[in-house]
């Protein structure tokens, strides 16, 4: 069903972790060249910078093509026709990707993930035009206008699946939040199907991921997971799915409270304490710095909605006193993981034992000197052009005062 082969894969992680070591000086040069040429891959693949220009330049490309389609060829079309033909332009893109990879070999290349991209987005606009035109896109209750959405999530499932992209996994989360609206108008209903189908979705994933624990998927499938957990958090804190945020976070409003009922709002309450725990307990147990990340993420999340659920008044200190907080515990890990034998307790150090994480904060920072260069460059000084110098006198050679 995947797309690429598992000794693909295998060996461009193999790759990755060569690289990785030899950065940090665990591999001789001559090591490093030799195991370099025992993994050679057949598949292209290029550096995040130029991936992001190609997946822009492919989406202006296959808009731009889309919309002189329709003015070239169609004149005032029908919703119904302007349907049929994004139908038909969400099959087009979708071959293309399958052609890029399977012919030309392309792997993160940019053009594959920017065809499969806008399938999906054809998809859902031409399933809207042609099935419900005349309609808005707004949500109504029971309506089958849910079928929208939920090909959506269905088809990015497929193109996470089929292509490995973990971001369309993250789309088809997103798609999925708009499906209960359609089915009914109760709030607390709809927070509680879409914590299922992320349960759901969880309890699947964790099956399958139990079968590949040190393979090539083992950090795709960490990745999903912990976007699922998330995913749960966030749908059981009405605080932070709530749309007015600033009435719930700093003016110490019930409101929320009252669009609930008592006993499902301080469920969700409880249940935000007890999720961080177990998410922090399951990514130690298997290591996995990616739920670990997410549990941590989710505790802060608790910590700082606690208030607005209880109704009290916000200060504007109390971001300072929870960062005293994080900077104690982390400051006290790190002390009692570096005191372990060796600075190691239980297979976690404090130690940096890979440049994975240099790598991406060097990238992090080069983007974001890109994106604002001139909040680090200072700006020209401008001198204004009617300010003369004057009022002074030089001895000699007829020189006056403006000179």
Known sequence: MRLYTASSEEILRARKLLTDWAGEGFLTKAQYQHLEQE????????NIFLRLILFLFTLITVATAAALFFVVFLS???EQT???FLLIFAGVCYAAAEVAVSKTR??????????????VGFLCAGMQAALFSGSHYSPKPLGAQFVVPAAGAVFSLWIWRRFGLSYAFLAAMIFALFVPGYWTSSHSAQH????????????????????????????????VEAFLWLGIYLAINLKLSSLNLSAHWWGGSTRAAAEFARPFYWTTWVLIWCLPPVVLARGVRHK???????????AILTFVSNKPYLGWQRHTWDPMLLGILLSGVALFLRR????????????FTAARLSGKDKHWMNAG???????????????????????????GASGGGGAGGDF
Do not use: K, M
């Open 192 to 223: 509680v199907i879409v914590a299922g189908f992320y349960a759901a979705g969880l309890i699947g994933i964790t099956a399958i991921r139990s079968r590949h624990r040190y393979d090539y998927l083992e950090d795709a499938y960490s990745l």
């Open 39 to 46: 993994t050679v891959s057949e598949l292209r693949t290029t």
């Open 106 to 119: 392309l792997y993160r290349y940019g053009i594959e993930e920017a065809l499969a991209v806008c399938s």
């Open 288 to 298: 996995d710095r990616f739920v670990i990340a997410v549990g941590a993420i989710a």
């Open 82 to 84: 302007t349907g049929i």
């Open 336 to 347: 009692w993981l570096a005191s372990g034998p060796g600075g190691i307790r239980h297979g």
């Open 76 to 78: 005032r079309p029908s």
């Open 365 to 391: 920072s080069a983007v974001l000197g890109l994106v604002s260069p001139h909040s680090i460059t200072p700006s020209p000084q401008t001198s204004s052009p009617e300010f003369r110098f004057g009022g």
